[in-house]
T-cell receptor, first 112, second 113 residues
């Protein structure tokens, strides 16, 4: 079956530091890959996505590249802000039963 | 003009009671979902409906029963609530195609005492 492995948090960074959150996946076929962000007290929001190999998704300074050869979709940001503090979920969507598989979520805390 | 709205936001109840959570989406999506998020933020899919038809039914106690009166609504009814049911329940919708993102509601925090 499909699975998503995501680094456990929490990750604590100082403002303006470089962020990487690792995500690897196992899936049949050609999944679409997503990063979602959850701010405190809210539902998940789509942050970025990539639908085929070598695609790069980007939004709000965050980027992730769909690497088929390493089955990875690592999230990066060059300079984090306090407002980026949230829980980040890697997810994959592989057709068929329209089921999205989520990673365990990585809590990011950015301190001033 | 909230895209996916669920009510109530908070639900506190005693063991053994029956409760319902309602969800509505105005995005015109064909597929709706219920997810359960535990205290460690782990997300587990419970059910999915496509055009009012149940397409995903994960290993969930049969005390949980979803109902979709039309494709814009998906409600969740829970019978005989237990302490372990305490969690945040999220409704979501999507166009149901590969590559389509999920749109989540803001969640219902259920506390069973």
């Amino acid at each position: 079956g499909n699975s998503v492995t995501q680094m456990e948090g929490p990750v604590t960074l100082s403002e303006e530091a470089f962020l990487t959150i690792n995500c690897t996946y196992t899936a049949t076929g050609y999944p679409s890959l997503f990063w979602y962000v959850q701010y405190p007290g809210e539902g998940l929001q789509l942050l970025l996505k990539a639908t085929k190999a070598d695609d790069k998704g980007s939004n709000k300074g965050f980027e992730a590249t769909y690497r088929k050869e390493t089955t990875s979709f690592h999230l990066e940001k060059g300079s984090v802000q306090v407002s980026d503090s949230a829980v980040y979920f890697c997810a994959l969507y592989s057709g068929g039963y329209q089921k999205v598989t989520f990673g365990i979520g990585t809590k990011l805390q950015v301190i001033p | 003009d909230t895209a996916v709205s669920q009510t109530p936001k908070y639900l506190v109840t005693q063991m053994g009671n029956d409760k319902s959570i309602k969800c509505e989406q105005n995005l015109g999506h064909d597929t709706m979902y219920w997810y359960k998020q535990d205290s460690k933020k782990f997300l587990k899919i419970m059910f999915s409906y496509n055009n009012k038809e149940l397409i995903i039914n994960e290993t969930v106690p049969n005390r949980f029963s979803p109902k979709s009166p039309d494709k814009a609504h998906l409600n969740l009814h829970i019978n005989s609530l237990e302490l372990g049911d305490s969690a945040v329940y999220f409704c979501a919708s999507s166009q149901g195609r590969v590559g389509s993102p999920l749109h989540f509601g803001n969640g219902t925090r259920l506390t069973v005492t």
